[in-house]
């Protein structure tokens, strides 16, 4: 009974579920990221390197000439596959590059919004004993000198602790 409720203490926990959508939708992400570079990114460097295939790059290590990757494999010779290798460095930059990307703009509107809120937040306050404008970390009114209360009451906690 105690490893249970341990167990569904651990699992309803914000980080888990989080981590578990996040890999949820990073396969998903995957999926996209093989269609990009198998179906648009591939053909595009296949074309312009005059129709080579990193698909079909490998070794046989049974010292036989196979035309193409698949019927090596369909013949069983064992295969250094360094052209699938290739492809998998390819899609890993590619997968970089787009998460940077969102990464960026989500940090740039996380700070945007930031300072959108500071800006909306006051810089100024009134002075309670002359009603003049001052200025919000003021601990000393600049016009009638007065020691504003904040203050009071911050050195009077600061006296407290010592």
């Not at 990464?103 to 800006?119: G, H, R, W």
Request: aromatic share 8%; net charge negative; glycine share 6%.
């Amino acid at each position: 009974m105690k490893f249970a409720k341990e167990f569904r203490e651990f699992i309803s926990k914000g980080n888990v579920l989080n981590l578990a959508v996040a890999v949820i939708i990073g396969g998903a992400f995957q999926a996209i990221i093989n269609s990009l570079v198998n179906d648009i990114i591939m053909p595009i460097i296949s074309i312009a390197t005059g129709g080579i295939d990193f698909q079909n790059w490998f070794v046989a290590l049974d010292g036989s000439h196979y035309a193409t990757l698949a019927e090596a494999q369909e013949a069983g010779a064992a295969t250094l596959n360094y052209g699938v290798f290739i492809n998998a460095i390819i899609r890993f930059i590619l997968m970089a590059i787009v998460i940077f990307i969102i990464v960026k703009i989500f940090t740039s509107a996380a700070e945007k919004a930031k300072k959108e809120e500071e800006a909306a937040a006051p810089t100024t306050k009134t002075c309670p004993y002359c009603c003049t404008e001052i200025g919000i970390d003021a601990t000393r009114c600049p016009n009638c000198t007065s020691q504003l209360a904040a203050a009071v009451n911050e050195a009077a906690e600061e006296a407290l602790k010592e």
